[in-house]
């Protein structure tokens, strides 16, 4: 169970987590769990365990986290695609190519990035996986190791050792939602979620946990994720899964525009059902696998620093998907569109100068721009609308801007939040 202070944390991811549930259309095969079910240990799917150590990188939390699979499990990541990247990205992406079907832990640890501090930062990276693989008794080729936190400082190596170490004598049995927080950083509270997927052999379980809050603007992932399922998938077409599902839900995030160093995404699989491409039980797990992680990066965007407001943008009718992507990551990272959200401001013109901006080939008086249903901009940049209802849309928890630019078949969504006060405070001062 968590801590007594980590209640208000714990309160405040409930009431995410039970908003967004409500408000997502999960697949008809899939059973959501209830969120207070993930504060016990049998949350996580059957054959695998978690835990938590107090390693001191922060100051009075949890900070250290191992994820274990009783058995070697076909594995799936994708990493981030900043040439910056960091020392646990570069380990995991070698030892994941060289054994993705043979991965059995994941070890983390949150408050140090292990970023832009060159060989050191390798050597302590593979000490992490050698020391993190003894104590639960595997192999050191069978761990991915990732960190998040301040870039550009070494890991405390004796701190994280004894971290390990402690762990080593104790089974990993702490809960879904424990091992959420010990990986957060400046996030305000953990995200954590599971789903039962009913397949035509029986019933697969599929959960995980993410981070993130500033620095999202994903080229592959989000700040970190790591899920697992009872589900037995071929490693190659667990990957297929992964990489579209991805592309689908944490690469349409974006909170400050800045990709991480340090971005993974990684699911392991096995230990139950067996699941066979082109079949039907495919098709379901993908679009449960899609849902879910569609909702942690709805999570994020909810949580981003300072943020108030989770805000869809959807582009239709642009020549190409490609042309309504660079429409919407465009509106989705101004500063200044943001700001009026946060102001709640039907400010239309900061958002059709954003669009045209964004390299797409459209022709601006074709556009339509649409709050939620309310028609704020229509073709020949005629605008006719009540500020009192469009005010009403901008001060809602969650809300879309739809941009129709012409008639093609391109298509495209991305989803983030408001530019706050806030999110400067917390960014001034987060390396003191």
Same mark, same amino acid.
């Given at each position: 169970?968590?801590?007594?202070?980590d209640y208000?944390?714990?309160h405040?991811a409930?009431?995410?987590?039970?908003?967004?549930?409500?408000?997502?259309?999960w697949?008809?095969?899939?059973?959501?769990?209830?969120p207070?079910?993930?504060?016990?240990?049998?949350f996580w799917?059957a054959?695998?365990?978690?835990?938590i150590a107090?390693?001191?990188?922060?100051?009075?939390?949890?900070?250290l986290?191992?994820?274990?699979?009783?058995?070697?499990?076909?594995?799936?990541?994708?990493?981030?695609?900043?040439?910056?990247c960091?020392?646990?990205v570069?380990?995991?992406?070698?030892?994941?190519?060289?054994?993705p079907?043979?991965?059995?832990?994941?070890?983390?640890?949150?408050?140090?990035?292990?970023?832009?501090t060159?060989?050191?930062?390798?050597r302590?990276?593979?000490?992490?996986?050698?020391?993190?693989?003894?104590?639960?008794?595997?192999?050191?080729?069978?761990?991915?190791?990732?960190?998040?936190?301040?870039?550009g400082?070494?890991?405390?190596?004796?701190?994280?050792?004894?971290?390990?170490?402690?762990?080593?004598?104790?089974?990993?049995?702490?809960?879904?939602a424990?091992?959420?927080?010990?990986?957060?950083?400046?996030d305000?509270?953990?995200?954590?979620?599971?789903?039962?997927?009913?397949?035509?052999?029986g019933?697969?379980?599929?959960c %995980?946990? &993410?981070k993130? #809050?500033g620095?999202?603007c994903?080229?592959?992932?989000?700040?970190l @994720?790591? /899920? =697992?399922?009872? !589900?037995?998938?071929?490693q190659?077409?667990?990957?297929?899964?992964?990489?579209?599902?991805n592309?689908?839900?944490?690469?349409?995030?974006?909170?400050?525009?800045?990709?991480?160093?340090?971005d993974?995404?990684?699911?392991?699989?096995?230990?139950?059902?067996?699941?066979?491409?082109?079949?039907?039980?495919?098709?379901?797990?993908?679009?449960?696998?899609?849902?879910l992680?569609?909702?942690?990066?709805?999570?994020?965007?909810k949580d981003?620093?300072?943020a108030t407001?989770?805000?869809?943008?959807?582009?239709? %009718?642009? &020549?190409t998907? #490609?042309?309504?992507?660079?429409?919407?990551?465009?509106?989705?990272? @101004?500063? /200044? =569109?943001?700001? !009026?959200?946060?102001?709640?401001?039907p400010?239309?013109?900061?958002?059709?100068?954003?669009?045209?901006?964004s390299g797409?080939?459209?022709?601006?008086?074709?556009?339509?721009?649409r709050?939620?249903?309310?028609?704020?901009?229509?073709?020949?940049y005629?605008?006719?609308?009540?500020?009192?209802?469009?005010?009403?849309?901008?001060?809602?928890?969650?809300f879309s801007?739809?941009?129709?630019?012409?008639?093609?078949?391109?298509?495209?969504?991305?989803?983030?939040?408001?530019l706050?006060?806030?999110?400067?405070?917390?960014? &001034?001062?987060?390396?003191?």
């Open positions: 169970m968590m801590k007594l202070a208000s944390k714990l405040k409930f009431s995410a987590i039970e908003t967004l549930d409500a408000e997502t259309v697949p008809e095969e899939a059973s959501p769990l209830s207070k079910e993930a504060i016990h240990r049998n799917p054959g695998f365990s978690s835990g107090h390693a001191g990188i922060k100051t009075g939390r949890q900070d986290v191992i994820i274990k699979s009783d058995q070697p499990a076909a594995a799936a990541c994708v990493f981030t695609r900043n040439l910056c960091a020392a646990p570069s380990l995991s992406k070698k030892t994941f190519h060289q054994s079907s043979a991965i059995q832990a994941i070890v983390c640890n949150s408050g140090n990035a292990n970023a832009a060159g060989q050191q930062g390798l302590d990276a593979e000490k992490m996986a050698g020391m993190t693989a003894d104590a639960i008794g595997i192999e050191p080729g069978g761990v991915l190791v990732s960190s998040t936190g301040v870039i400082v070494p890991l405390p190596m004796e701190k994280i050792e004894k971290a390990i170490d402690s762990l080593s004598a104790v089974m990993l049995e702490d809960s879904c424990n091992t959420a927080e010990a990986i957060m950083t400046t305000t509270f953990p995200k954590f979620f599971g789903i039962n997927v009913s397949l035509s052999g019933t697969a379980r599929l %995980g946990i &993410a993130g #809050s620095m999202i994903p080229d592959m992932a989000t700040m @994720s790591f /899920l =697992v399922t009872d !589900a037995d998938i071929d190659k077409l667990l990957q297929e899964m992964l990489s579209d599902a592309r689908k839900s944490f690469n349409t995030i974006t909170v400050d525009g800045d990709t991480s160093t340090n993974m995404v990684a699911i392991l699989s096995g230990n139950g059902y067996t699941i066979k491409a082109d079949s039907h039980d495919a098709d379901i797990f993908y679009r449960a696998l899609e849902s992680m569609t909702f942690f990066a709805k999570l994020i965007v981003g620093e300072g407001k989770l805000v869809e943008i959807h582009v239709e %009718g642009a &020549a998907d #490609s042309d309504a992507e660079k429409i919407a990551r465009t509106v989705a990272n @101004s500063n /200044l =569109v943001k700001t !009026a959200i946060h102001g709640e401001d400010n239309w013109g900061r958002i059709i100068a954003a669009a045209g901006r797409a080939v459209f022709n601006p008086e074709n556009t339509t721009i709050f939620n249903d309310l028609k704020i901009l229509e073709p020949g005629r605008s006719d609308f009540s500020e009192d209802d469009a005010k009403k849309i901008l001060g809602l928890g969650s801007i739809t941009l129709t630019v012409d008639d093609g078949p391109g298509q495209a969504i991305s989803r983030t939040c408001d706050s006060k806030e999110y400067i405070e917390i960014n &001034a001062d987060y390396r003191t």
